[in-house]
């Protein structure tokens, strides 16, 4: 019996010894543990990110009447029925779900958490973060640096197929960034496909622009100059290619145009010049609110400093641009103190029916565009801090190629730039939206956005630290409405959809003057 006894405890202490090691390489391999505990601390840090840094908090709470308390409680009674992190982190997923805010989701989980994450990056040799592309030499191949940079290319295809309708495809401009056919009638409707406003999306482009750039570099390419040709090069390729396209219809006499937006979801600062080569009209940019956080408070020193080097050397400049430098100037000093001006929504998340005493957001005094919607081509010549101001000065693309009419067309994936885009040319009487509702993304992140990590479950979030306001004040998180409403259903095939919206454009283009 004492032999059984010894011979059992050593069996148990096999298994024992399994389970622990079956344990141990779970989390080697990423598995972490479920601990509900950890879960509800994760969901308290969330909700005190948001209250400080989620820039359409003060409307979801002061427009949408979102009862937060509320959903702060359906968040833990979720959290208390969980029991795996799959079924907590769908729990924190839903809580931001509720918003319905395109740019308010988590980017990803961290595998492990703690010091189980600090010994798995030991163990396998995963810590640190990505060496990144490193420096590019001048006789770094295209192909080489767009690769590095993280070039890929897209599907370009809309959610409407027009193949059934009779466009004929219209020969490719430079890198064929953009496609582009030709709707025979009375009268003929250009179309015209930008179908992403991420720069990366176009590798093609990016190869055709690296040996101009390439040519005027006198060293490596570091970080910044890697920033400079991805965001701004690329991009003035981009517009080329558009300013090209559309000089090629005016010359052939064409006077309807259809830009198809379709399921782009976005992308960076390019969408704005891009509308200005639509329309021979001024085209302002709307209103930016910004958080009241020390992100937008960096941010605007800075801009605030480059501008004040700007204003003291400025005795050679036009009295007008002298005007402007100071003003700015003055302006920027009132924009950091509000930035710094303390506001924190944290009773929202607990008391019901809260309404907040403070905005967490300041609504006056910047632009998407920077401290001015508008300022004429030839403002603020060699000034280094022009962008500040307008960042339109800092685009070579002129302005106003087209002026026949123009329709965009938009749909429930047309998103943050891409409304951007839109509601530029809709409200500044240059376009009519054709289509369905937009998603509601609107303004998203800037200078890399403000960065969350969960203590525990190691989720990733970066909430929304701008908001973009449209004419009459609404957020463009609401979606943009179309001027002309195609009857869309669910259901519908990408060949119906393109049925039934050329039937709207068909209608929009013979009742052009």
């Known amino acids: 019996m004492g032999w059984d006894v010894a011979h059992r405890r050593r069996l148990l202490a096999a298994w024992l010894g399994v389970l622990v090691l079956a344990g141990l390489g779970l989390w080697l391999l990423g598995v972490p543990t479920f601990r509900r505990s950890d879960w509800v601390e994760d969901e308290a840090q969330l909700r005190a990110h948001l209250s400080k840094a989620y820039a359409n908090l003060d409307w979801a709470l002061e427009e949408k009447r979102l009862d937060v308390a509320a959903l702060h409680q359906r968040t833990l009674e979720a959290l208390q029925r969980s029991r795996s992190n799959a079924e907590a982190q769908a729990a924190l997923a839903a809580l931001l779900g509720a918003f319905h805010d395109g740019h308010l989701q988590f980017e990803g989980p961290r ?49 409407v197929d027009w193949s059934l309708q009779g466009a004929v495809a ?11 056919a030709l709707l025979p009638g009375t009268p003929p409707i250009a179309l015209l496909r930008i179908p992403d406003f991420r720069e990366t999306a176009y590798p093609a482009a990016c190869r055709a622009a690296w040996p101009a750039f390439a040519k005027q570099l006198k060293g490596p390419c570091d970080e910044r100059c890697q920033e400079t040709f991805a965001s701004h090069e690329v991009g003035e390729a981009l517009l080329a290619e558009l300013t090209e396209r559309l000089k090629r219809w005016q010359a052939e006499g064409i006077t309807h145009l259809v830009v198809d937006v379709t399921a782009n979801g976005g992308g960076n600062d390019w969408a704005g010049p891009a509308a200005r080569l639509f329309s021979q009209k001024t085209l302002e940019c709307p209103h930016l609110g910004f958080v009241r956080h020390p992100h937008w408070a960096t941010a605007l020193r800075h801009d605030e400093a480059e501008v004040h080097k700007d204003a003291e050397r400025s005795e050679l400049l036009p009295p007008a641009d002298r005007a402007l430098l100071t003003e700015a100037k003055g302006r920027l000093a009132a924009l950091v103190e509000e930035a710094e001006k303390p506001c924190r929504l944290d009773e929202a998340w607990t008391v019901p029916g809260f309404r907040p005493q403070c905005h967490l957001v300041v609504r006056e005094g910047l632009y998407s565009c920077g401290l001015y919607a508008f300022l004429p081509a030839g403002s603020l010549k060699g000034v280094a801090s022009a962008d500040v101001l307008y960042d339109g000065l800092s685009w070579r693309a002129a302005p106003g190629v087209w002026s026949g009419y123009v329709a965009v067309l ?47 479950s190691g989720l990733v979030l970066k909430a929304p630290d701008c908001v973009r306001y449209r004419k009459d004040g609404a957020n463009e998180v609401e979606g943009i409405p179309p001027d002309l ?27 052009s003057p």
């Not at 891409?418 to 992140?445: K, P, Y």
């Open 111 to 159: 595998p492990a958490s703690g010091w189980l994450r600090a010994l798995r990056e030991r163990l396998l040799g995963r810590g640190g973060t990505d060496p990144g592309a490193g420096p590019f030499a001048a006789s770094a191949s295209a192909e080489e640096v767009c690769r590095g940079l993280g070039f890929v290319d897209v599907p370009k295809s809309s959610s």
């Open 170 to 180: 219209e020969a490719p401009v430079g890198s064929s960034a953009f496609p582009a």
């Open 410 to 456: 938009v749909d429930s994936g047309t998103a943050s730039a891409s409304e951007e885009f839109a509601s530029m040319l809709q409200t500044g009487g240059a376009a009519v939206l054709v289509g369905a509702r937009t998603l509601g993304a609107g303004c998203g992140h800037t200078n890399g956005g403000i960065r969350l990590e969960l203590k525990h």
């Open 485 to 511: 409403a195609v009857p869309w259903s669910k259901g519908d095939s990408p060949q119906l959809r393109g049925q039934k919206a050329l039937a709207i454009l068909r209608s929009w283009a013979a009742a």
